[in-house]
């Protein structure tokens, strides 16, 4: 069988005070899936993304992304893993302030090996951005933002993205841009997570999983429950 | 894109980083100034030491409370009152002849000007001793006491025209009322005799109070060709330590050894006791000098500006670090989030670390010049002298701004790398 762009075997996270975030979930994603994680606030959604991302550590079992276990890389390890296979678009817009749109996306080919401001350029003109490259943050609107927080999550060219409320804050118009982003990255192969409360993105999804105090509440293909299609699915 | 970060961060967020450089340029003026006085003191303190101020005060026996020579006691013969001025010579002919700096026999006498009686102090003002097989040693008044202040001329030991020139000390000047280039007449037991005020002296010692003449003419006057009443001698001596003490409190408490090495270093006790040896009927005796007094206090005002200096740049750097402290932590985000799209711990340290360079250098610099200035200022306000400049403390300067900033800065930074990236990012 092919690996899996995500496995987790019986992860449980309990955050100090005992407030049990994640209760032992096991799924698996294959590579190329598009996922929207959903479920009422608190229930776990972030705290999933963060155990996939390595900012965090599971307190019981074993997440693995790609074949590799993320619990057994170094910190240093673990952000060359990092910025080499994940794209990471936050639930709020973290842009450097000081920093021109441009600019912060050229930091995270800085930090990933080399700056080339022409390919920094196009990623913010292929999310319909390259308009307002050389302004700072601050004088952008909330969906612009997060389009450059796409794009500097894109630019180095990762095969997962994980995504946090990509759309939490924006207008149905901004909205159907960002959608569209994800429709053209799915259709690249990308594997794609996101957690989101917006119905109609979640029904962009190829697969929901719904959690529920830390449980899977739900985990459906296009409305069929997993399990049942799976098979057809990763071929 | 490492320097476009630098300078966009150093350009776009300034009102913290200037508080930082801010703290940087006044600490650190703060600390070159007390060292600029520290140092301007050492280098006083020696320059007065070295100045040619008596140490040794040469008398006749008689006149000496009992002293002892190498540890015996010297046999008091009858004493005379006068010692002879011929003798001198062999100062420079003793052991010890090259730390011999300057000589100044004195003899003291009586006359009356005006119905009062006054004090006549003979001395060279400007004399050559010959040394064999060298150049004669030129010494004399005008050499000992650098620190008297002369107002008008100093007088020669042998004017032309035969007439007898003087300095008046000026307590007395003041009471006669007279003034450089006055003429006052003196009766002495052998008749009377007109004096020439060439100058008038300001000795801070009793000198202030006589009419200070040539010896030669002074002992004319008195009728003792040849004598002297004392000498000042300026030695160059190495400052007592514990041996000098040891044979201060007891002299046979000395191993053999111990005394060899005493009387092999120029102590002010081994000089003077060699130059006792050398000058028949003398007793030499260790003056302790005003200067040596100042000495101790001026090496406590050292001392004082360093400790100063040192309790400044603790502040200084305790500060800064404050500032840093706070201006990291308002960035802990952008630490995360550097961290999240993939940056290294020490990309983000050499960011952090290359900031804090750029404001302690900039600091550094700006205070090598205030540094200076305001150190030049606190030396002429304490000691009223001329400041010397310090290249070396300018150049020091910007690299304690580096040092205070890198200190202060390394502690929040390294905080701020192992935050719990995940609970920063996501707001819980
Ligand atoms: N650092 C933390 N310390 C303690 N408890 C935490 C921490 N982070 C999250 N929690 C708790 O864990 C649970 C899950 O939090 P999480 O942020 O994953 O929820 P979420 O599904 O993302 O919610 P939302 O939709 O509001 O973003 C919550 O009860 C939350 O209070
Ligand atoms: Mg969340």
Redesign the pocket.
Known sequence: MEEAAVAFTEVS?V???E????DRISLRIPRGEWVAVM????????????LLDGLDRPTSGQVQLLGTNIADLAPAEAAVFRRENIGLVF?QFYLIPYLTVLENVMLAQYFHSMVDEGQALEMLESVGMGHRASHLPSQLSGGEQQRACIARALVNDPGIILA??PTGNLDEANEEKVFEIFRELHRGGKTIIV?T?DRVLGNLAQRRIV?NH?RIAEDTYNGNRAGECTASIVG | MFFRLLANSLARRMSRKLLAAFAVWVGISLILAFLAVSIDVGDKMNRELQAFGSNIRLEPVAASVPVRVGGHDVPSTAPPAYLEEGELVTLKRIFWKNNILGVVPRLWTRGKTEGREVPLLGVWFEHKIPVEGGEPFATGARRLYKHWKVEGSWPSDRPAGGRISSLVGDTLARKLGVRPGDAIRVTVPSGPATIAVDGIASTGGREDDAIILPLAAAQALAGREGKYSEADISALTTPENKLAEKYGQDPKSLTPAEYERWFCTPYPGSVAAEIQKSVPGSAARVVRKVSETQGAILTRIEGLMFLLAMLTLVACGLSVAGVLTSAVLERREEVALMQAIGASRESVLLLFLSEGAVLGLAGGLLAAATGSFLGQWLVRAVFGSEPELHPALAVLSPFLGLMIVLAGSIWPVWQALNQ?T??VL?G?
Do not use: C, I, R
């Open positions: 996270k955050y100090p005070g407030v049990k975030a994640l479920g009422p606030s608190g229930s776990g959604k972030t705290t999933f993304l963060n639930q946090d409320e957690v409360h959690l830390g | 719990d995940a609970a996501h819980n």
